[in-house]
């Protein structure tokens, strides 16, 4: 049976409201990672063309992750303590704080069913000249559209994801991000969405969900 989806404002998901992306501490991790998000910027901003010493910026930076490494606990206690608890918003590649390849793209739910959220992209992004690449559109989506079905309703994995580009999607312009569930038949969720910039839209997005969760680590 396949059901329209509104907004449910009542049992445990109207009681208490899934957390959808967690909000950077500016401190510990997530500020070190704010600052490795300027550092991808800034090397592909200065490039081989400027005075920069770039064999001093690359045993600088390697210095810095080999300190890392030296204190990092074995990858599978690390597994571990990433799906703890709440878990997955801290570490995602869309909105994740400890993510530095997340833009990071925030979202949030409205009580309507839909969640959206607003992100400016610079050049680690860039696709054609001066435009997002379409596979970073596709991660925005794939991951918004997987967000607005744990908002309203049951969540899975990506089956099928169908993008449409309508128009080349600006870097350094806000672009608003947008999801919302449409139907649910037993194990099949049906998810749309779209990038927009300037209130037109550049990607729209359909994807068919399927009811399925990988056991965590632990
Ligand atoms: C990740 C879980 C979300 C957790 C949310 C909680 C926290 C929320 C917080 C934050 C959200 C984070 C958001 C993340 C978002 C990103 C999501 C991803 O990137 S997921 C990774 C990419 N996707 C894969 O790697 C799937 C790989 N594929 C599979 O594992 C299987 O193929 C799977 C699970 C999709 C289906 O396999 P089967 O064996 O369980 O089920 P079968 O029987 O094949 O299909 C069930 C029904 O669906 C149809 N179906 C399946 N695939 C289809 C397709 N491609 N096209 C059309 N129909 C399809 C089938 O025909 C069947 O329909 P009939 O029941 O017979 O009517």
Redesign the pocket.
Known sequence: MTADVSPDTSGTRGAER?K?TAPPNNEGVDAAVAAARRVVASLLHAGDNSPAEMAEVATKLNAVADYLDEHAPAMEERMVDMWAGEG??RH?PVAGPENTIAPPLPLAGSEDGSIQGVATLGMPYQGPPGYVHGGISALLL??T???A??WSGP??????LTLRYHRPTPLFEPLTVSGRQVSV????IRTIGDITAGGECCVSAEG???T???PRPR
């Open positions: 899934p959808l997955v918003t995602d794939d991951h559209l997987g967000v079905n744990h969540s899975g994995m990506t089956a099928e038949d037993g194990r099949k068919l969900f399927v399925q969760h990988p």
